[in-house]
């Protein structure tokens, strides 16, 4: 099996705005670091020739939306906080504010399997209404692929 | 094994020198190795590190040490690291990790990280004001940092806040951070410490520069 994650930010401001300069300027070696680490399988790309450019959806204005897929909990853990990634993420909140519900959610899939954005929304839909269960949950509340939890 | 009988096995020198050697290395050590650092014979060094492994302070495997390959390369040789896990031993007994846990989480609820690091970078100059004896490194192992050379920067073999960095890494890495800048502060030196975080090991590099001086 294979861990799915999604999440999703609210800029401060449209992505074009000056505000979110240096974060735009930080998704191509992000991105590239991401495609190196090890464990990662595959990640939604808006345009394969541009790498600044953010995808496009209908879950709302300002979203910034995020969707992966990684061997492991580790795998993914590593890139997250363990990797350069760490220091665009701490710097969040001059680009995108804070929310009380979860923004990020994760569950597994089969190898090979790519869910759409509708499943991927449904399954953020499912831990913001529900809580976290063996079908959509986070790092903190982590489930096992056989439902146990983590 | 409880947590009183793994530091207990600590109690022998050998053994302890062993594991501070071990630990220090951050990656799979031989007996040979190990035996020679510390300066023992291998048949001692073998018996305290497997003393160690069942005691669940290192964790023992089988790797070869050399590139040959096929016949003649040898079988692979035993070697340790340090075992994941952490013991505990407070006597009186005291539980500031629980409250710890408590309190990141009051936190991270009240969207209070930014005032946590003020008040980390705040007690970060308060130890590194009262630490003028001791050298940047020194101050750093003694707070459990295991700080090591790595070209051009030192880096923190050991996160000291490892169960609390589980649960809140980006508040209690952002914590660190600020800790250590408070640390370099207090102590008047220059530099900044900044975030390059690797797996398994502390979150915050120092400048090299620094490390030098303060080695010399």
Known sequence: MHLAQFNVAHMRAPVDDPLLTEFVAALEPVNTLADAAPGFVWRAIANPDDPEETITHEFGDHLLINYSIWESRETLWNFVYRSAHLAILQRRREWFHRVAEPYTVMWWVREGEIPSFKEAWHRLTLLREQGPSPDAFTFKEFYEPNGDRG | ?216
């Open chain 2, 1 to 216: 094994m409880d947590d009183l009988a793994a530091v207990a096995a600590l109690n022998d020198p050998v053994r302890r020198e062993l594991y501070r050697f071990v630990t220090s290395k951050g990656r799979p050590v031989g007996r040979n190795e190990a035996a020679e650092a510390v300066g023992v014979a291998r048949p001692l060094a073998a018996f305290h590190l497997d003393k160690l492994v069942e005691a669940g302070l290192l964790e023992a495997d089988f790797a070869r040490l050399t590139d040959k390959k096929g016949p003649g390369s040898g079988r692979p040789a035993k070697v340790y690291r340090r075992a994941p896990g952490e013991h505990v031993v407070s006597v009186p007994p005291r539980d500031y990790r629980t409250l710890a846990l408590v309190l990141a989480e009051v936190v991270d609820l009240l969207g209070g990280d930014e005032v946590a690091e003020k008040a980390a970078h705040r007690i970060g100059a308060r130890l590194g004001a009262e630490s003028a004896a001791t050298s940047l490194p020194g101050l750093l192992a003694e707070r459990g940092y295991e700080p090591y050379d790595d070209d051009g920067v030192l880096r923190l073999r050991n996160c000291p806040f490892h169960v609390l960095a589980e649960e809140q890494p980006l508040l209690v890495c952002s914590m660190n951070l600020s800790l250590c800048r408070g640390l370099l502060e207090g102590r008047g030196e220059p530099g900044a410490p900044r975030l390059d975080p690797l797996p398994g090991e502390c979150c915050v590099v120092f400048p090299q520069e620094i490390s030098k001086t303060n080695q010399s």
